[in-house]
Nanobody
């Protein structure tokens, strides 16, 4: 079983920055892909960014150049640095990790960007 704890959400003005963090704990050998997803009201959950154990990253087009994902394999953590935030980035952000053949999700953290 894997337990995820997210932190770092909040309210910020447009153009501002936030940093999200997610820490994984539990009984597992290693974590494969780690990522961040988001879900805005009335919309489907979408991938924001993910990263492989080797550091290969993948970003949604809407966040390229503004968001940076990183991970610490020794600490089982993944972070998302969000710069130049826009009102359309407002959503609940979820951390997801892949362990063997299962996906585990965090509880979500609210990010609100005011115009």
């Amino acid at each position: 079983q894997v337990h995820l704890v997210e932190s770092g959400g909040g309210l910020v003005q447009a153009g501002g920055s936030l940093r999200l963090s997610c820490a994984a704990s539990g009984t597992f050998f290693s974590i494969n892909r780690m990522g961040w997803y988001r879900q805005a009201p009335g919309k489907q959950r979408e991938l924001v960014a993910d990263i492989t154990p080797g550091g290969r990253t993948n970003y949604a087009d809407s966040v390229k150049g503004r968001f940076t994902i990183s991970r610490d394999n020794a600490k089982n953590t993944v972070s998302l640095q969000m710069n130049s935030l826009k009102p359309e980035d407002t959503a609940v952000y979820y951390c997801k990790v892949e362990v063997v053949l299962s996906d585990y999700w965090g509880q979500g953290t609210q990010v609100t960007v005011s115009s």
